[in-house]
């Protein structure tokens, strides 16, 4: 599975960007998707994760009430909208596939994009 992510950029806070993640190759054994980030000289860290077939959908915290994931089956794409953007958002913003049920967990996911740059300015 390969997945690639866009939809990055610089944004005010208070604003709002949305993500997008591709993926692509062997996509039947996906089971779970997420996002997550990781800022400079920190940890990676969960933001939200969705269920192949949108039965469930986790969220950090930190998150809950701005950010939303969905995705769309038919063609292999999952969505992390944020809106309400603060500058502790800030971070490189990856994407991760499971070929099981997992939750915010790092070490579930087998699959990971490139990452994206995600930029709040205050």
């Known amino acids: 599975v390969q997945l690639v992510e866009s939809g990055g950029g610089l944004v005010q806070a208070g604003g709002s960007l949305r993500l997008s993640c591709a993926a692509s190759g062997r996509t039947f054994s996906i089971y779970s998707m997420a996002w997550f980030r990781q800022a400079p000289g920190k940890e990676r860290e969960f933001v939200a994760a969705i269920s192949w077939n949108r039965v469930s959908t986790n969220y950090a915290d930190s998150v809950k009430g701005r950010f939303t994931i969905s995705n769309d089956n038919a063609n292999n794409m999952v969505y992390l909208q944020m809106n309400s953007l603060k500058p502790e958002d800030t971070a490189v913003y990856y994407c991760?596939?499971?070929?099981?049920?997992?939750?915010?967990?790092?070490?579930?996911?087998?699959?990971w994009g490139q990452g994206t740059q995600v930029t709040v300015s205050s």
């Open positions: 991760a596939a499971a070929g099981r049920v997992a939750d915010a967990a790092r070490n579930q996911y087998n699959y």
